[in-house]
């Protein structure tokens, strides 16, 4: 009987986002899953290692809920975002599972139609497998994250403190202030910039819009992408996501609409456009001058951001 596992991490930093895994392991049981238990409890080196075993060998999904959307919708929401992101993520892959195992002790699958189906465990992730799993691929891609993020915010140590609350990182905060990547809605930040949470996120359309790019980022990584860069802005134009693949490299345009027809607007023009801002990224990002450029378009649609379409327009 094929069991998904779930956990999360980062559920308490001050910067980065909640990620949530998803993991069903082969039917037939490798010696490699003998050595799984809780993320927490592995050095490193041993997650590193796992992780990519069970990214090869077992089915795996990511869930994520970057720090502004969390901020939008607050903790207890972004934690079913995430849970129901990963499961979608899977589910894409055609594995199917007869029963969910959730790390803890709430459902965060309540209200939908995947409900019955699940158990919670205190501690599972360490006591169920799968769970540990799922808790190993979710923080090394959050681990992953931070360790870039550190890169364009490197005032933080955000490679080191993976965005919690350490003395180090609240000293860094007061010296320079918070960047787009701290959560605005946890304390101590919330009280030095007198976070209000919206009252109404549909008229948000730039939340709306970075939703819709965090679901194409999702949905990429589970393709096997690697993330490089997200919102890159020439004077003509901005690219969503870049993502790096084997041999190639990919530059997105992400576009919503809640009942579809996106794609209608990638015209000739925004394609040229598309193309002037991939060549200036390629200029001045040499490391990834020897890849293939590829331009790409995702269609993204629904209350839950689906990603409906994604496929290359050429170069």
């Excluded at 207890?76 to 995430?82: I, Q, V």
């Excluded at 158990?119 to 992730?125: A, F, L, M, R």
């Amino acid at each position: 009987m094929a069991i998904l596992g779930i956990d999360e991490v980062g559920r308490g930093p001050l910067a980065g986002p909640l990620v949530v895994g998803a993991v069903i392991l082969p039917d037939e049981k490798p010696e490699w899953v003998l050595e799984l238990k809780d993320s927490k409890k592995l050095s490193a080196k041993k997650r590193e290692a796992l992780n990519e075993i069970i990214l090869h060998e077992a089915v795996a999904g990511l869930g994520f809920v970057m720090a502004e959307e969390l901020d939008a919708v607050g903790i207890s929401e972004a934690l079913r975002l995430a849970t129901r992101r990963a499961v979608k993520s899977v589910q894409g892959l055609h594995r199917e599972f007869l029963q969910i195992v959730i790390d803890g002790k709430v459902n965060f699958l309540k209200q939908t139609a995947l409900e019955g189906y699940v158990s919670t465990v205190v501690k599972g992730d360490n006591l169920i497998r799968e769970v540990s799993a799922a808790s190993i691929v979710a923080k090394v891609a959050r681990d992953h994250y931070m360790v870039e993020l550190a890169s364009r915010f490197p005032n933080y140590g955000f490679e080191k403190n993976v965005g919690y609350g350490t003395a180090k990182h609240l000293a860094a905060i007061s010296e320079f202030g918070i960047c787009e990547e701290h959560r605005k809605s946890f304390e101590p930040i919330k009280s030095m910039v007198g976070f209000t949470r919206p009252t109404d996120m549909k008229k948000n359309t730039t939340l709306v819009g970075k939703q819709g790019e965090d679901a194409v980022a999702e949905y990429l990584i589970s393709l096997g992408h690697r993330i490089v860069s997200r919102n890159f802005k020439t004077r003509g134009c901005e690219i969503d996501i870049i993502s790096v693949k084997n041999d190639k490299i990919y530059f997105t345009e992400v576009k919503y609409r809640h009942n579809g027809g996106g794609l209608m607007a990638i015209t000739e023009t925004k394609r040229q456009q598309m193309g002037f801002a991939a060549n200036v990224f390629l200029k001045y990002n040499k490391q990834f001058s020897e890849l293939n450029p590829l331009l790409a378009v995702a269609e993204v649609v629904g209350d839950d951001f689906a990603v409906k379409n994604w496929f290359s327009l050429g170069f």
